[in-house]
């Protein structure tokens, strides 16, 4: 993805950008002097994440090129090594046996060559047939404007399974773009599948027109020599540019199993096909479920309103992300980049900003119609003293604390239960009932619903002045009938998160698909100082948000239950475990 000016994180306004977009920032003194003025809890070291990926210091935005080589998984990432603020933009690179201990080595990529002299930015990793990894990436040629190619980098020893040095050979670059492609929205190589007869094919992300997304299909025959293919593989209208492509194949029956890019036979019934895009005009990730006609060269969602529906990895602080199938244990596996919602000046006086959340494994719902997602089973390693809670009822209006461990850095499951729905609130405001976002906003954690709000307190206060929560709401479908069954509302409001008025914290929602006729729903959430990234329904919905206690943080960060509907819910089982640190890049 292209560089960004600097994230701005106003008042009103998340720009949670990924790169492209040209952002006149502050004047570097002018945050260097607000600086001063930045509240003590920022600058906390309590309050920097202890398990979520990030360097020892400085700027990070997208991941890039995660692989697995040689016993070793490898994680690339836009880096700034001089700052805090976006600049200075080089491919940071680590490694880890276990997805969760990290070891910083020096940056893999940096503007060297003509044809990344102006930036090296975003790309994917491929894998050859004789198990050598290329990255194709995109760099800019010209000082005057910002004209994208795409560039190919080959390591420069295969036999170092820690691939510290890597060198792009003299043709680059392998793609320019062509006529009728805006050379200016023309970025973030996909990693490149085979196709009949061995021949490559990879995804360019661009925009046409008037602000139509284009994925367009590149060709080869030697991974050297690239040709567009007449049509794109897809593209959607009123959608802007798409920036950071994925594409990849997923088992059709909702085996947890991942399948390689160039998996055989893409027209097998078993098959599907999963295109996200990061839209650069609502900074958000979108994907939709197909088929992908590999005589064609086209790709056609299952829903026909898909691109319009707008399913997406996350619906809170989740951009730029990349899959990679982890041939080790046969998953495919995201990473996703969120960002900070404080100010330069904070980002400064911390010295660092960003993190990747937590790595998912990703796979198709037995539904077929969404994916699910869940943290790697490697996280759980981290795991510490816990405490249980077992068949808890959580009278209208009551909370309950969960007591015995620290919960400022903590991983939370729990299992509710409803007794019964009749209560629940009818969903009959069109404005409301597509947008879970409004939803959210208008019907907050604070506001008393038939069917909830009920959920978790997280890195609450003890006056609870100041919480997060995280929590379930259910609605009655304004059609009623027999086939309508209730909306279930998962949401994140982080509004009461902090006293620091300096802080943009918007509430993230997004509706749950499941069946909550039985009444019983769960709950996962991942705590971690600054970030709390939660999975509804066994991954069907996920929100990561980023807050910063002022008052709640080390030890003085408390969990709760809590109940603010009308109905009375179970707690049939709550486990929360205390989390250590992993080794995290020398920090």
């Not at 709000?453 to 929560?469: H, I, M, N, Q």
Request: net charge positive; glycine share 10%.
């Amino acid at each position: 993805m292209r560089g960004l000016g600097r994230v701005v994180w106003a008042w009103l306004l998340l720009l949670q950008l990924a790169g492209a977009s040209h952002v006149v920032y502050e004047n570097l003194l002018e945050v260097e002097a607000a600086a001063a003025a930045v509240p003590p809890s920022i600058v906390d070291p309590l309050l920097r994440t202890g398990y979520h990926f990030q360097p020892r210091k400085n700027w990070i935005n997208d991941p890039n090129a995660p692989l697995y080589y040689k016993g070793w998984y490898h994680i690339f990432y836009q880096y700034n090594p001089k700052g805090a603020v976006w600049g200075n933009i080089v491919w940071g690179h680590s490694v880890s046996r276990d997805l969760i201990n990290w070891v910083a080595l020096k940056p893999a990529l940096e503007p060297s060559i003509p044809s990344d002299r102006y930036g090296c930015w975003s790309g994917s990793a491929t894998t050859m047939p004789d198990g050598t990894p290329a990255i194709m990436y995109t760099g800019v040629n010209r000082p005057d404007v910002d004209y994208q190619v795409q560039n190919v980098a080959y390591p420069r020893n295969t036999s170092d399974p820690l691939l510290r040095e890597w060198v792009k050979p003299s043709h680059n670059p392998i793609i320019v773009p062509g006529g009728g492609v805006n050379a200016t929205q023309f970025r973030d190589p996909t990693t490149a599948w085979r196709a009949a007869g061995g021949h490559w094919r990879l995804l360019i992300g661009s925009v046409s027109g008037s602000a139509r997304g284009v994925a367009y299909v590149y060709r080869s025959r030697d991974f050297r020599r690239w040709t567009r293919a007449r049509r794109p593989l897809h593209s959607a209208a009123a959608t802007g540019m798409w920036e950071c492509p994925d594409f990849y194949p997923v088992e059709a029956a909702g085996r947890r199993e991942g399948l390689d890019t160039s998996v055989p036979g893409g027209g097998r019934p078993r098959v599907k096909y999963v295109l996200k895009n990061s839209l650069d005009l609502r900074r958000y990730d979108y994907y939709t479920v197909g088929a992908y006609d590999r005589r064609a060269e086209r790709y056609v969602p299952d829903d026909p309103a898909g691109d319009e529906r707008h399913l997406r990895y996350d619906y809170g602080n989740f951009y730029a992300s990349k899959t990679f199938y982890d041939p080790a244990k046969r998953r495919r596996i995201l990473w996703g980049w969120a960002n900070e919602s404080d100010t330069s000046a904070d980002d400064v006086a911390k010295g660092w900003a960003g993190i990747q959340a937590i790595p998912r494994t990703v796979w198709l719902d037995p539904s077929g119609k969404q994916l699910l997602q869940w943290p790697i089973e490697e996280v759980e390693a981290l795991r510490g003293r816990s405490v249980t809670l077992k068949g808890r009822v959580i009278k209208p209006g009551q909370h309950l604390e969960v007591t015995g461990l620290q919960t400022a850095q903590a991983d939370v499951e729990v299992s509710f239960e409803v007794p019964s729905l009749a209560g629940a609130e009818r969903l009959d405001d069109p404005a409301l009932a597509g947008d879970a976002q409004r939803l959210c906003g208008a019907r907050g954690a604070a506001v008393e619903g038939g069917v909830g709000p009920f959920g978790l307190w997280v890195l609450a206060s003890a006056d609870r002045r100041e919480r997060t929560a995280v929590f379930f709401r259910v609605f009655r479908a304004a059609a009623a009938g027999s086939d309508s069954k209730p909306v279930v509302l998962m949401c994140s409001d982080p509004t009461k998160s902090s006293l620091n008025p300096n802080l943009y914290q918007p509430t993230f929602a997004g509706f749950v698909d499941t069946d909550i006729s039985n009444g019983k729903i769960s709950l996962r959430t991942l705590i971690d100082r600054s970030v709390v990234e939660s999975f509804g329904a066994g991954g069907k919905t996920c929100i990561l948000s980023r807050v910063y206690p002022s008052l709640a943080f080390g030890k003085n960060a408390r969990l709760y239950v809590f109940n603010s509907g009308k109905a009375d819910v179970k707690v049939s089982r709550l486990t929360a475990w205390e989390m250590r640190k992993p080794r995290m890049n020398g920090a």
